[in-house]
């Protein structure tokens, strides 16, 4: 027998469209304004039917769009590679082995995530202008990779702490070495922790602004620094740049998100088993 929709499922379905929809609202008035027109966009009252045009983003490719976007991939992906496998070994040693005040180590190492980012890019610019890195990947990547750490260490090592170590044990009477023990025995069963991880930091880099802006020179452009190009102009805020352009910006997020759907239920909450 069916069962019958009560009242207050239906109360709180119809809630929680309208609470997606508020929260939904800005990003969608973003895309529909990419595909305005000017005049559209400016209309009193607000227009929500109109006729969609891509001039906007002829306009993009007039201003030379493609540059920006490739600087954010060529930062955002290597940094969260590294720090993904740099994090998975030191997560496997934390976990496995005893390693004396690996409590205050762990707790420092969060504690880099919150330390404000405006207090370290200053002594960052120095260092990096005495060795040359400022403006440059390597630099960048470096950075990036350095602030992605700490969430993928805590991340990896909470998974790893509840695969049974009875896999290690058996890794070792094969004689397999703790590196293959890791890639071959380990690594398999962390699709939900890496999901998380390679996701959450890539939004962080993907939108990361103050470390690009003061280390990032003239010449390494990232997407985000191309919107902000777009709010200071001399008409003001180029709206159709800046809609377009955003409309651009948040579909990588969107499609690795989508890509990595099926993992990231468990990943997002840390492991925690229901």
């Known amino acids: 027998m069916a069962r019958r929709t009560s009242l207050k499922d239906i109360i709180m379905n119809v809630l929680a469209v309208i609470v997606t929809l508020i929260f939904l609202f800005p990003i969608i008035w973003m895309v529909m304004c990419s595909f305005k027109s000017r005049m559209d966009i400016f209309a009193i009252p607000p227009k929500f039917i109109f006729t969609p045009t891509l001039a906007n983003y002829h306009y993009l490719i007039e201003r030379g769009f493609v540059k ?3 600087n954010s991939l060529l930062l955002s992906v290597p940094s969260v590679l590294l720090a993904t496998i740099i994090c998975l070994f030191a997560a496997y040693s934390f ?7 690996s409590n205050t180590i762990m707790f420092f190492v969060l504690s880099l995530r919150m330390f404000p980012p405006v ?3 200053i002594p960052l610019f120095i ?6 890195l400022v403006g440059t990947y390597p630099g960048m990547i ?3 990779t350095m602030f992605s750490m700490p969430l993928a260490l805590w991340l990896l090592k909470g998974f790893i702490d509840e695969i049974p170590k009875s896999i290690d044990d058996a890794a070792k009477a094969d004689g397999l070495s703790v590196t293959s023990t890791v890639i071959k025995m380990i690594l398999p069963q962390l699709g939900s922790a890496l999901a998380a991880t390679i996701l959450l930091n890539l939004i962080f880099i993907w939108n990361e602004f103050l470390f690009i802006y003061i280390l990032g020179g003239k010449e390494l452009v990232t997407m985000p620094i191309a919107i902000y190009a777009g709010i200071y102009t001399e008409k003001g805020v180029d709206w159709e740049y800046v809609s377009s352009l955003s409309t651009i910006h948040i579909l990588p997020i969107i499609i690795a998100a989508f890509v990595l759907q099926k993992y990231l239920i ?3 909450t840390f492991g925690i088993r229901r």
């Open 119 to 121: 207090a370290a890019v």
């Open 142 to 144: 470096m950075t990036y």
């Open 127 to 132: 260092l990096y202008r005495l060795w040359g």
């Open 68 to 70: 920006p976007l490739t």
């Open 95 to 101: 976990s496995r082995f005893r390693i004396p005040g």
């Open 266 to 268: 468990r990943g997002l």
